[in-house]
Structure formats: C-alpha cells, structure tokens
C-alpha cells in the first residue's frame, strides 16, 4: 500500500512522532519522515518504523521519494492537504493519486488495546480535573464571567501547563448553555445559576472528553444527579440524564450508529423536547477530538467492539437554557463501558 499524509496524527499514527512542519510518505515497505532541520534531532529520536528525511523542501523531498519507488498509484486524504500543497507534489509526478477521504481516521477507527488503555486514563484525569474545578469555581467563582470561568478550567485541566487540553473549554451559565458550543460572554455565575461545563485534556497525545450541567450553589459537584429549582429546566434535565443512560446501556457492538443514537433521540422526543436535540449523540475520540464512529442518527457504521466514542444527548431551548451530559465509552466484549 502506497499513500501519503499531512495530518499532524495521521503521521504520528504511523510513526510515533510529528510536528507542524511534516510529511509522511508510505511506498511498499519503506516509510519516510520528511521534515525540516528545526526538528532533525526530536525526529531521530522519536520516529519509529520509518527514515527521517531532512529537506528544507519538503515538497520536493517527496517528489524524489516518489519518482525512485517507481509506484503507480499512491493514495491521499484531501482533507488533509491544500490544494497548493498537493499540486506540488501531483503536478511533478506521473502518478495516480488516488483521494480517499478519512484515510487515516478509517484505520484508526478500531483501538488498540494499548489505545485503550491510554484513553481511559485520559477520561480518568480529564474526570479527576473536573472534581478541582467544582472546588475552585466553589472558593472562587461566584461573580466572575465566562471568560474569567474558562480561563480558571483551562488552569486546573492542563495542571497549570503540564497538559494539553483537548479544544479549548466551553464553560456557559443560563441562557448562553443554549449554544451548543458556547462562546464566553459576560455574564456572571451566581448562585442557583445553570451552568455548563464540556472539556478535555490529552494523555499521550489522546483526547478526553466531558461534559456537565448543573446547579451552581455551595455544595454543587460535577455529578450526573442534579436537582434544579426550575420544574421545566429539571424535566429537561431528567430527559437528557435518561437519553444518556439508556444510550449506554443499550447498546450493543453489531448495531448501527444510528441504532444507538435513537437510543439516546427517542426519550428526549417522547419528553417533548425532540425539537431541541439539535445535535448527532456522539462521536469517536482518539488522537483527534473528533473521528470516526459518529453516532448521528444517518450513520450506518455498524459499531464494533475496540471504538470509542462519546454519548451526549443535549436539549436547547433558545434564549431560555441548555443542558447537556457526555461521557466517553469504549466497546469491549460487545457493550458500552464508561472510560
């Protein structure tokens, strides 16, 4: 098999290490790493499986790769590449280069054991994080905006630096919760407020992804059991927290993403609240924050044991509130497990 890659873990996937400046070039049983001499020395130390090339060109570096392995075919994920970098490459080759869109993220789609185990301890740090952040927004919350909010969970979720974060927090209070994916504003926590949290950080490279809704008062947690003063905002909440259970323990490997997305999209729609359930209920996490499965309710990927993906059914009423609970699972020996 011949292909080429641009995508930061895409090659890391493949060879253990990456950087912004990369490509990486598979023909036959020969791989390469081509990068630039800024990154000579953590390239020869950390790539494995594959040559590292040192070319200020890198574009060129390949074309020679390509035009000395005499392949024919040679295959590329358009997502990956501009269009000015693959003309580089395409315009000096006589080559068929073949687009296969999520190339990498379709051989990824299946964990490793080892994967596994790296992904669980990324949900369990990212859940140990979220237990810091309920005692700092307790001691030092109450007042502050979403902006200062998101700037103390990027804080506690990176350790202060010693992580990286899986995308940048999303921390809404009240009406701004109605956004899926929330921008900070200026509004304030305050007592009994609503308060949405969805976050991450990577282990190893490896995303984890949370998210919890609740009520902001003195002795609140980031616990999945939440009791609201409001009697339509707990309905809500119930309906979400109900999709959310009945999606994990429901499904089973050899169901369609979309079986299991109906799971989760049936309760909220026989709680009234089908119209405000504007999103898929999950997606695989892995190097990327987003990949393969989608549990989206037109998915026919059939779900396999060894895919992780996340379940997090939502409800979004406009102006008014949202609510949303996300866990990530892992299928093993034909079930749902919450990592």
Avoid at 217 to 227: G, L, V, Y
Avoid at 301 to 314: A, C, F, K, N
């Amino acid at each position: 098999m011949n292909y080429m890659l641009k995508d930061e873990n895409a090659i890391y996937y493949e060879c253990g290490y990456s950087c912004d400046n990369a490509l990486y070039l598979r023909l036959g049983s020969e791989a390469f790493l081509i990068t630039d001499s800024r990154y000579m020395i953590e390239a020869q130390e950390n790539v494995q499986n594959a040559q590292v090339v040192i070319d200020s060109d890198l574009y060129g570096a390949a074309v020679k790769l390509l035009e000395q392995s005499k392949a024919k075919k040679v295959i590329f994920d358009p997502k990956e590449w501009t269009v000015a970098g693959y003309e580089k490459i395409r315009s000096q080759c006589k080559i068929d280069f073949e687009a296969v869109a999520d190339y990498s993220h379709k051989k990824r789609i299946i964990k490793s054991d080892n994967e596994l185990k790296i992904l669980a301890k990324a949900a369990k740090l990212g859940a140990k994080a979220f237990d810091k952040l309920a005692k700092v927004f307790k001691e030092k919350g109450t007042g502050k905006d979403e902006f200062h909010l998101t700037y103390m969970a990027k804080s506690v979720l990176s350790d202060f630096g010693k992580r990286e974060l899986s995308f940048s927090p999303i921390v809404a209070i009240g009406a701004n919760a109605a956004k899926p994916h929330a921008m900070p504003t200026q509004r304030m926590l305050r007592k009994d407020n609503l308060l949405l949290v969805d976050a991450g950080l990577k282990y190893k490279r490896y995303c984890s992804d949370r998210t919890r809704t609740v009520r902001f008062d003195k002795n609140f947690t980031f616990r999945s059991q939440q009791s609201f003063g409001s009697k339509k905002i707990q309905k809500a909440y119930d309906a979400v927290r109900k999709a959310h259970d009945n999606a994990i323990a429901k499904a089973r490997s050899g169901m369609q993403a979309k079986e299991i997305d109906a799971l989760a999209r049936g309760i909220i729609e026989k709680a009234g609240f089908g119209e405000y359930f504007v999103h898929s209920t999950g997606h695989g996490v892995g190097l990327d924050i987003h990949e393969m499965p989608y549990i989206s309710s037109k998915s026919d990927t059939v779900i396999e044991d060894g895919m992780v993906y996340t379940i997090e059914p939502g409800i979004y009423i406009p102006g008014k509130f949202g609510i949303r609970i996300e866990d990530m699972v892992a299928m093993v020996d034909g079930k749902a497990v919450i990592l």
